[in-house]
């Protein structure tokens, strides 16, 4: 079992930066990759990004590749998501999600989720 939080999100303009960060309690943190996904109101869940849990390979969503990055820390048990150069359309609830082994870019694939964290960009 593994319990997710997520915490770092906020109100920002166009242009601006937050780290999203995601506490994992238990001690197979390392055993899992770790994904975020968003939601945006009226729409589906969609993948952002995720990070395999042992080589630390990552993979993005193209929308976000070049300003988003992915990070983790097994020492801590918290996955990143460091968002530069945010805009508009990146407002949405984030997510973390981790599931056994290797990534993937379906929510369906994913184990465990955290609460969300609210993410608002101002045009």
């Known amino acids: 079992q593994v319990q997710l939080v997520e915490s770092g999100g906020g109100l920002v303009q166009a242009g601006g930066s937050l780290r999203l960060s995601c506490a994992a309690s238990?001690?197979?943190?390392?055993?899992?990759?770790m994904g975020w996904f968003r939601q945006a109101p009226g729409k589906e869940r969609e993948f952002v990004a995720a990070?395999?849990?042992?080589?630390?390979?990552?993979y993005y969503t193209d929308s976000v590749k070049g300003r988003f990055t992915i990070s983790r820390d097994n020492a801590k048990n918290t996955v990143y998501l460091q968002m530069d150069s945010l805009k508009p359309e990146d407002t949405a609830v984030y997510y973390c999600?981790?599931?056994?082994?290797?990534?993937?870019?379906?929510?369906?694939?994913?184990?465990?989720w955290g609460q969300g964290t609210q993410v608002t960009v101002s045009s």
């Open positions: 990070i395999n849990r042992s080589d630390g390979s990552t």
């Open positions: 999600a981790a599931r056994k082994f290797f990534l993937s870019t379906s929510a369906s694939q994913y184990d465990y």
């Open positions: 238990g001690r197979t943190f390392s055993s899992y990759a």
